[in-house]
């Protein structure tokens, strides 16, 4: 094989780009589907167009005044998004969770995929590039040159992680089904071509570029399925990739009658692969299968995406927060005990993910390639908390919500003939009509839309399925100490 790299494949950039070029950047031949059709211009379709430009707005922040200075940093005379800073200091750890929190402040965490997110997936297998060794030193030398070219040229990012699932019984196993699993095809001296599908691919439409690594939960046996052990990233416009998207939960309303899904709607999509080239220099492990089962833990990607997914967790449930207390003081029902109490339990979960995120800052630590990483166990916690913690929070909107959450009628009713009705009719104890109905129509968005049925099952499954991942957790719990204190009392008896 070859893994010479190619300067115009892999050239550097001039740093964070801006909105504009984010969008420019989406008119290519990317093939997405959507209802039934081929998309021709994710910038211009309605169920996708909205969601592109908040994005794109977000871009323009990390060059504003206001901001850049917790979301960029500077290295080799460009400014650089602070979630590619490879962490040397706790500070370092800080910094990235202020980052982090001012991200998913721009969209009160209704945003699981802003760029951050893989970008602190890039950064740890570039800190941790000597595990890719293992494979071969061009791999590990393609990472650290992709890094490069990921972080100069601001490129946001997708993943897919799983294979489809056919039977379920071989999927338990670790084993890939061969008629629809990833796999490669052949390979030559430019790279290897592959086919088969992946899930799921959230923010895939609008994403410059696709992450294919190996899920944590493959469970593959070393020297099995060497075909389906790689990890690539390859440009959502390559030639006989497509994505088909689920329904767009962005209807055309307004901001006022759909305040999130006007603006968050954040696409997912299986990822379909047909004989799609990727170059070597774009390949970091292949056929080895026990490295693929051990990269993301070992290379601490995982605990760099859990600091990036608490802070925005923790930003989620603010949100939530402030949105009950709305409700309540609008209604006067904040004077009532029950209400507080209910209200109470909300923040409860929001400060227990605040101190987790504090823990973790707090106790960062070197790691064995001479990077920081944050204390993993309070964001293990974190992550196995949040998606029992998050439909709670929905059920505490929807009960203090009650009727007024189906009491919303439509902007345009506010401005017709039955304007005066309305004004007379909806205003609250403490909020005119014209408000009340805003406020509610927020809380009908977050609880009951189909954008907020999305966001419920999206956070039930994060990071995969509970029972595994609580599984998980008890494995890497470090339970000698505690069983030694219960020995130890039973030995004096």
């Known amino acids: 094989m070859s893994t010479k790299n190619k300067e115009t494949m892999l050239s550097l950039g001039s740093g964070v780009r801006s909105g504009k070029e984010y969008l420019e950047g989406l008119k290519d031949d990317r093939e997405v589907w959507l209802q039934g059709k081929r998309v021709t211009d994710v910038t211009e379709h309605p169920g996708l167009n909205r969601s592109a430009r908040t994005l794109a707005s977000f871009m323009d922040r990390q060059s504003d005044p206001e901001y850049q200075d917790t979301v960029t940093f500077e290295q080799d005379g460009r400014k650089i998004a602070t979630s590619f800073l490879v962490p040397k200091s706790k ?3 800080i910094k990235r ?3 982090f929190y001012e991200w998913a402040k721009w969209s009160n965490g209704m945003f699981g995929r ?7 997936s890039i950064t740890a297998f570039y800190g941790g590039a000597e595990l890719l060794e293992e494979g071969g030193k061009q791999f590990a030398d393609n990472m650290r040159n992709y890094y490069h070219y990921a972080t100069t040229n601001d490129k946001v990012l997708t993943h897919s992680l799983l294979n489809p699932t056919v039977n379920f019984e071989l999927s338990k196993q670790g084993k890939s089904d061969k008629d629809v699993s990833l796999k490669v095809v ?10 088969g599908a992946r899930l799921l691919a959230t923010l895939g439409p609008q994403a410059d570029e696709v992450e294919v690594f190996p899920s944590t939960l493959l469970n593959r046996q070393k020297g099995s399925d060497l075909e389906y052990a790689f990890a690539f990233v390859a440009p959502v416009a390559s030639p006989g990739l497509k994505m088909i998207c689920r329904d767009t939960y962005d209807h055309a309303k307004s901001h006022y009658d759909a305040p999130l899904s006007s603006r968050y709607e ?3 999509a299986v990822v379909i692969f047909k004989d799609v080239f990727v170059p070597w220099e774009r390949v970091f492990i292949y056929r080895e299968p026990d490295l693929c089962n051990r990269a993301f833990a070992q290379n601490h990607a995982v605990t760099q995406m859990m600091h990036q997914v608490v802070c925005g967790k923790l930003a989620k449930a603010e949100f939530i927060v402030g949105l009950l207390c709305a409700m309540a003081k609008a209604s006067g029902k904040d004077k009532d005990m029950n209400i507080k109490g209910q209200i109470a339990e909300a923040m409860f979960m929001t400060e227990t993910l605040r101190s987790l995120r504090f823990s973790a800052e707090q106790h960062a630590h ?7 990483i944050p204390l993993r166990r309070p964001l293990d916690t974190s992550r196995n908390l949040f998606p029992k913690m998050y439909p709670r929070l929905i059920e505490l909107v929807q009960l203090l919500g009650s009727s007024s959450l189906m009491a919303t009628p439509n902007e345009q009713d506010l401005t017709n003939e039955i304007a005066d009705d309305v004004d007379k009719y909806f205003q609250l104890q403490n909020l005119e009509s014209k408000d009340r109905i805003a406020l509610f129509r927020l809380a009908h968005d977050l609880s009951v839309s189909g954008f907020g049925g999305r966001q419920t099952l999206y956070e039930r499954y994060f990071f995969g399925p509970p029972n595994v991942m609580h599984a998980i957790y008890f494995d890497l719990y470090n339970k000698d100490d505690m069983m030694d204190r219960v020995n130890s009392l039973l030995s004096e008896a």
């Open 91 to 93: 500070e370092d750890i």
């Open 97 to 99: 969770g202020e980052a």
């Open 114 to 120: 802003t760029p951050d997110y893989k970008n602190a």
């Open 186 to 195: 052949k390979e030559n001296d430019a790279g290897i071509f592959v086919t």
């Open 266 to 268: 954040e696409m997912d």
């Open 366 to 372: 070197k790691d064995e390639y001479g990077n920081y």
